[in-house]
């Protein structure tokens, strides 16, 4: 069964035009050829990754942090209560009315009780301002590197130029040193991503996150098994023109240097319409999609690597939407630009009026203990 499906997979009828295939890009008269088993090589560039990773962030990105003034503040704890933290863990996070009295029942807490719990208890599992500053600045120093790099690689290359230039002798296109090792470690980070995408910060497009690490794993191993290599590394070149303005726009932001975050969030944000939305599609997704049938009938292999494409072109437009609701949102003159993803901490401003009266006078659903609401043990300390 595994060998027919082997067999399957392999077809040459699939992935290339007719009258071409493997055989094809073998490799001779010293030249190199993109194969399948180079593949095996990012995996422990992944692994890599993820071991250098934990490095960085807990020394340059630690040390960054405090020289940029990053500060956490004070997070008041929920106070440790069985009733409420089985609810919580088992049946949900945001309790409805209803349940709210009805819980409030069972431990003699009142309402505003149960709401602070509730809220304290949610804001304990979000993710600190350090770690999330940690994350950005990790992606934030590959994003940079990986589109310098790339740049480097490409500047003298005529399919960087001419579109059509990608095509140009395909499949017969040679391996170049710098396409290679461009390839394994773009390929190799985004697969440390998919790993590493549990434990890190999840924000409100989390499933459109996985979609589009699973969709670029997908292109990039493609590309590279069939030799699209010319058209890869120029899709890997633009998402990377962008991606490390938005994670230095996060460092300021999480930093509360707000004029910065700001101007690099606009520079961000026209770079990313221009690339994302007139680039790709007009310009690189055209080349894939008009210029091929041209030269060949079209083959699954054509209508595959265009419907990843048309997947991130999806997922471009839905991120660009997010953008603007930034954007007007900074144009009345906001004070800072927030990340529409971002799960947002909540306060306990109004509650802690209601705290002091609570200490002036016995509750209605619930006794006092020594003057305090037996909820909240933790009256002297700052909330956020």
């Not at 459109?208 to 690490?213: A, D, F, G, P, T």
């Amino acid at each position: 069964m595994l060998s027919r499906l082997s067999e399957w997979f392999w077809n040459e009828r699939l992935w290339f035009p007719e009258g071409l295939g493997w055989a094809d890009l073998e490799d001779r008269d010293g030249l190199t050829y993109s194969k399948a088993s180079d593949l095996w090589v990012t995996l422990p560039i992944a692994l890599a990754f993820l071991i250098i990773r934990q490095i960085f962030e807990r020394t340059v990105a630690t040390q960054l942090a405090a020289a940029l003034g990053v500060k956490e503040k004070v997070r008041v704890k929920a106070a440790h209560n069985l009733t409420l933290e089985s609810y919580f863990r088992i049946t949900s996070k945001n309790p409805k009315q209803s349940e709210i009295e009805s819980l409030g029942k069972k431990t003699g807490y009142s309402e505003s009780q149960i709401h602070r719990w509730f809220r304290r208890r949610r804001n304990e599992e979000r993710p600190n301002k350090l770690k999330k500053f940690r994350e950005a600045s990790w992606r934030f120093t590959f994003y940079l590197l990986a589109f310098i790099a790339g740049l480097a690689a490409l500047i003298d290359k005529p399919w960087l130029y001419k579109m059509k230039e990608m095509w140009a002798g395909f499949p017969m296109l040679p391996l170049l040193p710098s396409q290679y090792w461009y390839y394994m470690i773009e390929l190799g980070f985004y697969m440390s991503l998919l790993f590493s995408v549990a434990s890190d910060v999840k924000r409100k497009d989390f499933k459109e996150q996985i979609v589009h690490h699973v969709a670029t794993i997908l292109l990039i191993s493609f590309s590279w098994c069939v030799n699209y290599i010319r058209a890869g590394t120029l899709i890997m070149l633009v998402h990377d023109a962008s991606d490390y303005l938005l994670e230095s726009a996060k460092m300021f932001n999480y930093a509360g240097w707000r004029k910065a975050c700001n101007y690099i969030f606009i520079i961000f944000a026209v770079i990313f319409i221009i690339t994302r939305l007139v680039i790709f599609p007009f310009w690189i997704l055209h080349c894939t999609l008009v210029y091929p049938v041209t030269v060949y009938p079209p083959f699954f292999g054509y209508y595959f690597f265009n419907g990843l494409l048309f997947v991130l072109q999806c997922l471009h437009i839905f991120w660009a939407v997010l953008i603007l609701h930034m954007a007007i949102k900074f144009l009345p003159g906001n004070n800072i630009v927030e990340d529409e993803r971002s799960d947002r901490e909540e306060t306990d401003t109004e509650d802690d009026e209601e705290e002091q009266e609570d200490r002036k006078a016995p509750m209605k659903n619930g006794p006092v203990q020594n003057g305090h609401s037996p909820l909240n043990n933790n009256h002297h300390r700052k909330t956020e």
